[in-house]
């Protein structure tokens, strides 16, 4: 009796565990279901920007047109666009998941919030309003960039080497990154190689057609706003473009003597964005 008294809490433990492993692949937020609908229209919009449902441009819209989303919500599709119950197995990576080993190995799962952490529901438009907060000022800032050439391809390349030599060709690591709200179709520059002097060692004209077919983005796609901040203003980062050239004795030894004194700067001469707009210096 004694013994049976032990196993009895592990098997209840076991089956509690294995129903819990059936549901944890859907993110559902049950309380929205019951607070659906004293939910103000403003933070359902940012609620859906913070769950991905809509874009910033989106929320904007319907921020500035309240008849407008007054529509949407009267309309027979009203159930899928308004309510919160529906977000299947997606949810934003601020939220929480957890690795549960199934069968196959591991696979990664959506707690359920009932289950994993009681959110309430001010907590969570309080979080949605700083997300979009977060994303309209970085908008704005992209926005910004848009306006200048020389904003618009943000270049780095790497300064413990940045450029390697295959006999007499020249590879340069260097990296582009698109800053501004809109795909590049392609692109035109010149890049200056200078020493600590200032002294001129090499112009190289480029285009767009230097970027290697299989490398995305490519030419230049936008930066997504939620990461652009990381991508554009701490760190750049993108594809190495892989840019070869061959070049002569006398400039390869050259460039060879003062490998650790290089400074390497990008011009863009022409910008073709994928909308049919351009620019030019």
Known sequence: MKNLLLILPIILLTYSCNSQKENDNTFKFEYLKLSNNKIKDTAKLK???????????????YLKDAFGFNELKNSPNKSLLM??????????????RKNIKDEYGYSNYVLDSTFYENFKIENLIFVAEQHYDKIENLRQTQLEYNENINS????????????EFYGNVVKFNMYFTNASSKNIKSFK??????NDDLDNLLNVEINSDVLPKNILPNPLKKSELENWDIRIINTYYSDSNDLRLEVSDFTKSTLQRDLKKLNIIFIPKEIIFEDGTTMYQ
């Not at 520059?189 to 200078?194: A, H, P, Q, V, W």
């Open 47 to 61: 609620l859906k920007l913070y769950f991905n449902e809509y874009d910033i441009n989106t929320v904007n819209k």
């Open 189 to 194: 520059g010149t890049i200056f190689i200078n």
């Open 152 to 163: 618009v391809i943000k270049f780095k390349y790497n300064m413990d080497r940045p450029i």
């Open 83 to 96: 309510d919160f119950e529906n977000y299947s197995d997606y949810v934003p990576t601020r939220m929480k």
